[in-house]
């Protein structure tokens, strides 16, 4: 069965550094979507992205994140100072018209 | 604006027996209502959805859930639950379909052999 696919697993990064996650979504679905989860807190939508433009974003989605669609393969979610208070679960899901598929996630820890 | 209330962060149940984990919702249009389930270092996999058609929906791994809207309660049950169904549980709610998915906080179920 297709998937979503999440690089790195865990990133660790230092305060002010620009992090970039990256998301494989699955090949014919055409909405992207960023969430985070905080450790023991919701999982907290962020952004969500369909026919390379931002459709949704949350408060939480501030100037510091962006996403891009750079290829025809690839999601990204880059944060571009990051903050003690990023360090989370970030879930990258895709979609056609159906449920969310989600990817196993990435853990950010920011030092 | 969606809300899901997960009733008990933290479920026990011994191997066989019943499983109930509780999520109320709050919506001011029809929702579209959904439970996820996340196993340790994995993803969230979709359990079930109910989207308006049948308000009994079944799922996967013999899990089932009841739309009740006088109660505006979405519970996910199992008849006997099973070792390998000890994961974290989340509830979550749609006005438009999928996007966006506001989810609960989460139950975690433990079971006892």
């Known amino acids: 069965e297709p998937e979503v696919t999440q690089t790195p697993s865990h990133q660790v990064t230092q305060m002010g550094q620009e992090v970039i996650l990256r998301c494989v979504p699955i090949?014919?679905?055409?909405?992207f979507y960023w969430y985070r989860q905080i450790l023991g807190q919701k999982v907290e939508f962020l952004v969500s992205f369909y026919n390379n433009e931002i459709s949704e974003k949350s408060e939480i989605f501030d100037d510091q994140f962006s996403v891009e669609r750079p290829d025809g393969s690839n999601f990204t979610l880059k944060i571009r100072s990051t903050k003690l208070e990023d360090s989370a679960m970030y879930f990258c899901?895709?979609?056609?018209?159906?449920?969310?598929?989600f990817g196993n996630g990435t853990r950010l820890t920011v030092t | 604006a969606q809300s899901v209330t997960q009733l008990g962060s933290h479920v026990s149940v011994s191997e066989g027996a019943l499983v109930l984990l509780r999520c109320n919702y709050s919506s001011s249009v029809p929702p579209y209502l959904f439970w996820y389930v996340q196993y340790p270092n994995q993803g969230l996999q979709l359990l079930l959805k109910y989207t308006s058609a049948a308000t009994l929906v079944k799922g996967i791994n013999g899990f089932e859930a009841e739309f009740k809207k006088s109660e505006t309660s979405f519970h996910l049950t199992k008849p006997s639950a099973h070792m390998s169904d000890a994961a974290e549980y989340f509830c979550?709610?749609?006005?438009?379909?999928?996007?966006?998915?506001?989810f609960g906080k989460g139950t975690r179920l433990s079971v006892i052999a």
């Open positions: 090949s014919n679905h055409l909405y």
């Open positions: 899901a895709s979609a056609d018209r159906g449920p969310l598929h």
């Open positions: 979550a709610v749609s006005d438009r379909g999928n996007t966006p998915l506001v």
